[in-house]
């Protein structure tokens, strides 16, 4: 099954000026990956045309330009509250102009969880104006009480029927967990924590490793890469917002959870052959070619998960996303583009994806920004 292409938007405000600022725009000192991550950003925003897309590159692009911003960052959450954030914000100016201000939803769309990709966004513009809070609050509302539910009670991705998609993981949760900062509520922190692993007693088959979709009509069993990627990901980023900010400092069980969660992911992933240094396709089968969509963001979650936890994340894991990253880093052309990727709109699709895949492009800047945030952080070595 594709997924549905979003109306298209002005062009000439996709590249904005954000590529013109000056590379040490951050926080935090710039490193050396191998590769070129503002590139890698320009071409994500030249590509993406669809909510989801939106939101993933809204993230990179705050985690690159403004990391002190980002749930990473060292106090994302002043005095427990979500941070005034300037409107003009590269990734802010970025996500403002595809928000709808006055809808049921973030974006007119065809999944449920995907419009809520841009949520973070919203929350952090509301800051400034508070008809993003409204549009923010509509959207927690869509997907709380609207959307269809397993029968376990996980959030549905689909808005017709109740179907469950790994990569609802990076979409709806952050969003919620984010929004919880937002409105003082650790009653919708713990609920976004239930959540998670709601979708994981569906999602987690036999291995430890996700299959890709549960549900009557997109069903899709395999392992995909890009899948467990979003998945830990988004627990990663869940977990970050519950471990920073104060009004969850008494849910340690909960956290552990998570890491948990996200451990297996990952220990799934490092158990999974490799095809010219890059994780194939689908985890579990040996006839997919390897591509840089699920290698570089489950090489992210390594690099996060080091920082956050080195004894639940030994240098192992650096290891093996350095050995990952290095490949990587000789997949990107000097336009800035990373290949192969899988197809991003048919996960199916046997053919190697060479046109500049959005969430891969968006996947590589994570990769960097978690690099870099380990570097610093005294982990890995430069």
């Known amino acids: ?44 925003v030249d590509k993406s045309s669809h909510s989801w897309e939106w939101g993933t590159a809204a993230e990179a692009l705050l985690e690159l330009y403004n990391p002190e911003l980002s749930v990473f960052g060292s106090n994302p959450f002043p005095n427990g509250k979500v941070p005034q954030a300037d409107p003009s914000t590269t990734a802010l100016a970025y996500a403002k102009q595809f928000i709808n201000r006055n809808s049921q939803t973030l974006v007119n769309d065809t999944a449920v969880g995907d419009p809520a990709s841009l949520g973070v966004s919203a929350i952090l513009l509301g800051q400034s104006d508070s008809v993003y809070i409204g549009a ?14 397993w029968s376990n009670g996980a959030i549905s991705h689909r808005p017709d029927v109740a179907e469950l998609w790994a990569d609802n993981m990076a979409m709806s949760f952050p969003f919620l967990a984010y929004l919880a900062v937002q409105h003082n509520d650790t009653s919708l922190m713990s609920l976004t924590v239930q959540q998670c692993g709601l979708q994981r ?67 799934g992933a490092i158990q999974s052959s490799l095809d010219s240094g890059l994780l194939r396709n689908y985890l579990n089968d040996g006839s997919w070619f390897g591509e840089i969509s699920g290698t570089a963001v ?9 920082v956050n936890d080195p004894n639940m994340f030994p ?57 870099r945030d380990c570097v610093n952080a005294g982990i890995c070595q430069a």
């Open 1 to 44: 099954m594709t997924r549905v292409k979003m109306p298209s938007v002005n062009p000439g405000l996709l590249s904005l000026l954000l590529f013109a600022l000056p590379k040490a725009v951050n926080a935090v000192n710039d490193v050396d990956a191998g590769f070129d991550p503002y590139a890698a950003s320009q071409v994500m």
């Open 315 to 371: 240098q192992s894991y650096i290891t093996w996303a350095d050995s990952n990253r290095r490949s990587l880093a000789q997949k990107q052309n000097s336009g800035g583009l990373f290949s192969p990727a899988v197809n991003p709109y048919n996960w199916h699709d046997r053919t190697k994806y060479t046109a500049g895949s959005p969430e891969g492009q968006a996947f590589a800047v994570y990769l960097y920004t978690a690099y």
């Open 201 to 267: 007693a569906v999602l987690k088959g036999n291995s430890l490793s996700w299959q890709h979709i549960i549900g009557p009509q997109s069903q899709d069993t395999g392992l995909w890469s890009t899948s467990n990627g979003w998945a830990g990901y988004g627990m990663v980023r869940v977990l970050h917002t519950l471990q920073k900010w104060s009004g969850s400092a008494s849910m340690t069980s909960q956290a552990s959870q998570l890491k948990g969660w996200i451990k297996e992911i990952l220990d």
């Open 298 to 306: 489950l090489s992210a979650v390594a690099y996060r998960m080091a």
């Open 136 to 149: 923010a609050n509509r959207e927690s509302d869509f997907l709380l009480n609207v959307a269809p539910r």
